[in-house]
């Protein structure tokens, strides 16, 4: 068991090492949309890649259908493991709509030997998701 500071400067670390073996600008928050954004996601049990739609609710569901007008190109061409949720739960108060791709492997960020999985794994599914969104944004932004 790590203390809460061994387990802050863990993930630093991984965050840090990340960023050292796969150096890139990633879209993340630059998706000249504000509340449309794609995250990382690596924990104690999982690692994911997130799609999100974060909006007033309204403008929430204009964007998760339109999102969901694209699945089948989104599963057959870049991401066929993709999981669509329009209640995906990122923290105890925090709930958004979703698509989303995880590790099938076991992993950990308090496990140094299943992070060079967890960075290819990341690293990957991220460049799939950018290239997804490179090619449809015009269509999927409203």
């Not at 999982?46 to 999102?67: G, H, S």
């Not at 949720?85 to 299943?114: G, M, P, R, W």
């Amino acid at each position: 068991m790590f203390s809460k500071n061994e387990a802050k400067l863990l993930r630093q670390d991984f965050w840090t090492s990340f960023g050292k073996s796969f150096p890139r600008n990633w879209v993340l928050y630059n998706t000249n949309v504000k509340g449309l954004s794609f995250k990382f996601h690596f924990d104690t049990q999982t690692a994911y890649v997130a799609f999100c739609i974060d909006m007033n609710p309204i403008k929430q569901e204009a964007y998760w259908n339109q999102l969901l007008s694209h699945k089948s190109i989104l599963v057959s061409n870049f991401l066929p493991q993709a999981r669509f949720e329009d209640c995906f739960q990122v923290s105890d108060e925090k709930i958004l709509s979703a698509v989303y791709v995880s590790i099938e492997s076991k992993v950990s960020i308090h496990n140094k030997s299943t992070w060079r999985t967890a960075m290819e794994f990341l690293n990957e599914t991220m460049l799939k998701f950018e290239a997804f969104y490179a090619v449809y944004e015009n269509t999927i932004k409203i």
